[in-house]
């Protein structure tokens, strides 16, 4: 009599990965727009002075944010087996990120970092540009191979 054991290997796909850094990107995304909510209304944010506002006027958690999004993109072009989850949070995080670095550089009355605002925004606009394009692009692929 002979046992069998059989053990299912479980491998992490690619889209498994944009997609966990799509979600952890939107968090960071979330928490640094909280901060700065908190940081406007109460002259400080919940943040620790010593990860807030570091370089280029924006917390560690905001670059951190983008630079997620843009592997999330990256990740998810490379593989073929996209995940709608990777889609949609690009899109969302990227229109987050550029609507509210205009409204901030909208009620901002020192001026003094408008431009600051101005090109984050169009780095939040260019990351949902970029999940629009994914998700137009992956439409007609498979539109494309399912006629065929």
């Known amino acids: 009599m002979s ?24 968090i960071l995304l979330l ?7 908190m940081e406007r209304a109460m ?8 990860i807030d506002k570091n370089p280029l006027g924006i917390s560690n958690f905001g ?22 989850v990777t889609k949609t949070l690009i899109i969302v995080g990227g229109a987050i990120i550029g609507t509210t670095a205009l409204g901030v550089s909208m009620m901002d009355k020192s001026g003094g970092g408008i431009l600051t605002f101005l ?25 494309t191979n399912s006629i065929t």
């Open 3 to 26: 046992t069998h054991i059989k053990i299912r290997k479980r491998t992490v796909k690619g889209h498994q990965i944009s997609e966990i850094l799509a979600i952890a990107a939107m």
């Open 31 to 37: 928490i640094h727009i909280a901060d700065g909510t």
């Open 43 to 50: 002259k400080h944010g919940f943040l620790p002075v010593a």
């Open 63 to 84: 670059i951190s944010s983008l630079i997620l999004f843009f592997l999330a993109i990256g990740l998810d072009i490379r593989n073929n087996d996209t995940s709608n």
């Open 119 to 143: 090109t984050i925004s169009v780095i939040g606009y260019i990351i949902m540009g970029l999940g629009i394009l994914r998700a137009t692009l992956l439409k007609d692929h498979t539109s």
